[in-house]
Structure formats: structure tokens, C-alpha cells
């Protein structure tokens, strides 16, 4: 939600604190400061707007001496985006600063609390109860001051602390937020996510729930919420920088589209062995998988969409029943987990606060949770009692593109296995799924290489103000996936909706020119959908086919049209998928937005 970046060490903090926000600025874009100590006193330069308004203010960090900083980019929850409610925040003689990412949900009460005792506040944030209420509790102890401090506040949070009193150490800590730290040879340093400090150094600490770290120049301590030291192993990251970094793409979104192929061969490939599926990480025996009686997948925004893609195919392939939950509803609505039952949720970030705590729901009723997740070492992978990861990388963009195909191959690959054991799916259905799985990547990058035609059919749609995705069944499931890359980027307002559907209500908003984009590539349902098209065009509609190349009749109904290649019907959404992101990036290009950042959104959500 937020981005938290701090330097200790024997460089000047600014600037390197600059460069590692930059890395975070997908976390939130609203506000962005930075808090340093210059020898005497700390220093804070904080402002509304981008980060590059902040790399501005400090010449790139340099108006900022000092070689101990904390600094934050922000997504406002609470209070508007200001230059007083951006981050770090003072205590009131500004001898304690904090940047913080999550929700201290108890903070009108403690706010009451501090305002009944004298302190004062200035910005609308919970963040501040923090700067206050550590102040309350700091008598020369700052570790002591912390912890007192976790054992009063309530909700979500990463945190990074200087004390002006003590210039040499800085504190973090966090809980249900992510926080990483790391140790080089120039330094130690904190933040929410890996690419922020790989350029210094691959070795990192995974902090715990309330753990707190001291960190001073040259080396760092853990301790445990009641101030016991414990010591950690350090996790070696394998993947290279150039990961996080655009590549010369116009956008991360672009690259990361361009990387399916890849993201989609190293989620599937390590787990075919022997023309065999083998997902080790279930740790359950065929059998055990055998005797699953009913999947439970629970997730949020594109993740839920791949998951409703996952129940068509499981159902199909394995004949086990699956309900798929939106995460938000079903932590709360006390759903019915029955005996047999196994919870699958799915999160690139693995910190999606509504995921996790559907996780936590599961585990607590006593059901094992599978987590599909993309983050190594994240809350959910580590929550969660198996984990098949998504070898997709790390993705920036706030719109998901491979990771969503990545988590489409994972839940692919467990239904077929699911089909296998069960005994639907004989040898040769097996083959040949196997086969079509393994001609997914190239078909994905020959889509990708076309995409001139999707990019010249985009600019013509970039004054649209509504634009309509049906589809059936899984095309249905490609619908929602492919009606939300166009909104959240572009701002223009679609919906998804099954094809039958729309008849019942939705249709009535159809007029003369309306984009209404079918997606057909359901061998049994393509007649069905073809009606569709045609009750829309006779209502006005412009109707944009995406379809097999088999599927040549549908000129008759469409305007313009968009082939697939041939693939097993229950892996179209892979390649049906990529025009459609195609699609909503060339109009959000288009018309200006800002595409790997779009207004109002973050890429990690980690507050409900
Ligand atoms: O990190 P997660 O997969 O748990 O995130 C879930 C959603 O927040 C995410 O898919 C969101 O909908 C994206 N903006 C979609 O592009």
C-alpha cells in the first residue's frame, strides 16, 4: 500500500533512500518524504504529488545530509493526500520520526488517549498516534519505547523509527504489513519490498510478525515483541535486478505482457517431469488429492478472476465441485467448510490483507491452505501450509498481466493432476493436454507479435465511455479478467458480464456505436454466444470477436475480429487474454494515463 525505505550506513542516506522509493513508487504515488539525521537534528522534507516532486525538493537528495534516513511513498487511507499527511511524521519537540505502511485500527482511541494527556496533532493520518504515543513511552530506551508501543496499537503496519537521541540506529518492525531487511558492505537498510535495496545487497531478513530489528551502520539485531534477541538466517536473492527494471520498454506493463511467455514456461515446465505432472509442493499423496471432495478458491481482483477461470477447469477436468469467494466476502459471511474441503487462495503479492485473512479463517477452522503466490517469502507463502509459486517474477505495473497468466498455468496444472488421480482423464486426453500446455508459451508470444492489429483497433476506442465484455463460461471468466485491465488503466467504464446475462437488464444501456467485446472460444457455447453478438449489433453495438481460428463464421456477426490459435479449450483464457490486455494498455496509451500507475490504486492492498 505504502512504500517504507531506510539507510544506515557510511553513504549519504537521501539519496539512496530516493533510489529505493523509486523502486516502491507501484505501492502508492500520492505523497512521498524522507526523515534524516544531519549530525544534530532531524531533518524532514515531504511533499504531495509523485516522487519526483520530493527528488526535486532535495536536488535528488543532496539538501539532505546525513547518513541515517527513513523515507515513504504513499497510498492515503487515512486523510487526504497533503503535504501534512505525508510521511514521516514528528513527535512534538521532533526528536522521534516514523513512516508506516498499513492501518493502526485503534487509532482514534489512542488518539483520544494522547489528546487527554497534551500531545497534539497536525495531519488527519493514525500514522501520527504513532510519533505520539512512542514519545509517551520513549524514557531513554528506545527498544523498550517500540515494543511498548506494539503491545498498544492495533491493525497493520511496517514501521521504520529514528530516535534524534540515539542517530546511530534505526528501528523497524512490522505486522500483517511486508518488511524486509538487508545488510551490504556500505550498509544496512529496510524496505517493503526486494527490488528497493538489490542494487546494494541480495542478502535479506525476512522479518516476522512484531519482530523488531535494530539497525546501526555495520550490523543489525532481532528481537521479539517482549525484547528477547533471536537470531535469523539471511535469504539469498536469486533473481537479477533487470528484473525490476524496465528494459526499455515504454512501461512496465508492456514488459511484463511481454514476459508471458516466459513467466508462463517457468511456472509450467519445472513441474512436468517424465510427461508426468509432478506439483511436489502439495505435499499430498495421490490418493490424499484423490479424496478431495470440494476446493474452496478465495482471492481478490484479477487473482479472483483467474480463480473463477480455476473453478470451470477443475469442474471440467476433475469433477470436483469448487466455489470461488471474492476474499472480502468470504472472511466474513462464515462460509460452510465441509469435511474434505481444501482452501486454495491466490495473490501475486501474497500481502493482500483480505487474502490473508482468509487464509487465517481457513487455518483456524483446521482446513490446510494450498497458496498459488507469486511474492517468495511473503505473508501468504509463508501462512499458508503449501505454496506453489508463480515463477513470474517481480511485476510492477499495478495492472497484473504475467502474474495472472502464471496463476492461470498453476491452476491448469492442478486440475489436471486432480482429473489424473481421479481417474477422468485417461492417457491419451492426458498427452494431449500436456501437449497444448506445452505449446502455450509460443502461442502466447505469436499473439504478443501481432499485436498491430489489437494497437490500430485500440485508438479508435480511446473516447469510449463504455465498453462491455461478454463471454460463457470460461470465456465468461476471461470477460471480467479483460473488462478490468481496460478500466483500472484507461478509466473507462466497463463490465463484464455472461453472455446470457445481459439480456436480463444489462442491454438496455447498449446504443448505436456501444464497443461490445465477446469473447467466444468455447467449442460448445460458441452458437449460444453468437446469438449474443447478434441481439447486441441489432441494438447498435460494435462487437469486437475474439475467437479460435476455426471460428471463421463469426465475421458474419462481428465487426472485427481477433483469432486464437488452437488449444484445448480449457486453456483459451491464456491466449484469449493477451488482445484484451493488449487492448485496455493501447487505449489507456492511448489516452494519456498513466499506465503502470493508475489514479486511486496500489499494487499490493494490504488494508481491507
Ligand atoms: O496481489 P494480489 O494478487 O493478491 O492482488 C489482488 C488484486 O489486488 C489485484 O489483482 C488487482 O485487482 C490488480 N490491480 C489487477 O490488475
Known sequence: MCGIVGYIGTKQAAPIILDGLEKLEYRGYDSAGMAVYDGKKINITKSVGRLKVLENLTHGGETLPGVCGIGHTRWATHGAPS???????????????????????????????????????????????????????????????????????????????????????????????????????????????????????????????????????????????????????????EWDADAAEKAGYEHFMLKEMYEQPKTVTDTLMPRIKDDDIVIDELNMTDGELAAIRKIHIVACGSAYHAGVTGKYVIEGLARIPVEVDLASEFRYRNPILEEGAMVVVISQSGETADTLAALRESKARGFKVLGIVNVVGSSIAREADNVMYTWAGPEIAVATTKAYSAQLIALYLLAVKLGRVRGGIDDQMFSSLLADLKCLPDQIEMLLNNKQKIQKFANRYVGARDVFFIGRGIDYAISLEGSLKLKEISYIHSEAYAAGELKHGTISLIEEGTLVAAVSTQPDLYAKTISNMVEVKARGAFVLAVTCEENKAIEKAADYVIYIPETNPYFANSLAIIPLQLFGYYVAVGKGCDVDKPRNLAKSVTVE
Not at 114 to 122: A, N
Not at 135 to 152: F, I, M, Q, W
Not at 159 to 181: E, M
Not at 197 to 203: E, V
Open 83 to 237: 503535504d501534512t499527511n505525508a510521511h514521516p511524521h514528528f513527535n512534538k519537540d521532533e526528536t522521534i520520526t516514523v513512516v508506516h505502511n498499513g492501518i493502526i485500527e485503534n487509532y482514534i482511541h489512542l488518539r483520544q488517549m494522547l489528546t487527554d494527556k497534551g500531545y497534539e496533532f497536525v495531519s488527519d493520518t493514525d500514522t501520527e498516534v504513532l510519533a505520539h504515543l512512542l514519545d509517551y513511552y520513549y524514557k531513554g530506551n528506545p527498544l523498550e519505547a517500540v515494543t511498548k508501543v506494539l503491545h498498544r496499537v492495533e491493525g497493520s503496519y511496517a514501521l521504520g523509527i529514528l530516535f534524534a537521541d540515539c542517530p546511530d540506529q534505526i528501528f523497524a518492525t512490522r505486522k500483517d504489513s511486508p518488511l524486509i531487511v538487508g545488510q551490504s558492505k556500505e550498509g544496512c537498510f529496510i524496505a517493503s519490498d526486494v527490488p528497493a535495496i538489490l542494487k546494494y545487497t541480495r542478502k535479506v531478513y525476512y522479518v516476522d510478525n512484531q519482530e523488531v530489528v535494530r539497525l546501526r551502520a555495520d550490523h543489525m539485531h532481532f528481537y521479539t515483541v517482549d525484547e528477547e534477541e533471536i537470531q535469523k538466517e539471511p535469504v539469498t536473492i
